[in-house]
Each structure stands twice: as structure tokens, then as C-alpha cells.
């Protein structure tokens, strides 16, 4: 039996949680497209930040800085990834921290425009 899920808008392609090794970056492939997640702390900086970055035509980089608490942070609104054929493809996660030294949980979901 198929399973299909969609809120609004937008049709669910994948969503789980993975407990994520510090040291370790995590990766996503959807069809021809990378996204790789990376965690990051600095003390210089109080606030938590995502930092992105481009590596060739079919990867993304997002650098989570100071994602430490054990209470969680999400993102406050739907990261937009792209367009996966004509239709716009979005993520959101949460993620709560383990210890400062073993890792984080990773709730994600991906999200795809319905076709008008």
C-alpha cells in the first residue's frame, strides 16, 4: 500500500530523522540534486545561523552554526532547494542536540510544489 502526503500546497517527497555524528556531514539525492548538511559551533557568535554554499550545478551546502540546543531550533520557514523539474522543492528540519560532543537528531522533511 502507497502512502501519500501533502499539507496545502505541497506534496511530501521524503521525510525522517537520522541521528547525525558530528564529524560526519549528512547527505541528501533527490534525483540529480546533492544536499549536504554540516554542523558547526562558534563561540564568537550567539545567534544560531545557516550558511550556504553552492558546489557546482548540482550541490548545495548548508553549514547549521551553533544548532546546540538539547530543546531543538527549526527553521522559520520552509527552506526553498531549487526546482526539481518545473516544480519548486523546499525543506524543513529541526534539529536537537544530543551533547556537545556526540551528535544531533536531524527531522527533516522535503517538500514539493503541486503542479498548478
Known sequence: ?????????????DSGTIVANLAEPIEFKVSNLKFII?????IK?????VE???LGTDTLKF???NFNNSL??????????GKYGSQKLF????VYSISDTIG?????????????
Not at 557568535?45 to 545561523?49: L, R
Open 1 to 13: 500500500m502507497k502512502v501519500e502526503i501533502s499539507s496545502g500546497n505541497y506534496d511530501v517527497i
Open 38 to 42: 554540516t554542523f558547526k559551533s562558534d
Open 45 to 49: 557568535q550567539e545567534k544560531t545561523t
Open 52 to 54: 550556504k554554499e553552492v
Open 63 to 65: 553549514t547549521l552554526i
Open 72 to 81: 531543538g531550533h527549526r527553521n522559520n520557514s520552509s527552506l526553498s532547494l
Open 91 to 94: 525543506l524543513n528540519y529541526g
Open 104 to 116: 544531533k537528531i536531524f527531522h527533516y522533511t522535503f517538500f514539493l510544489e503541486k503542479e498548478a
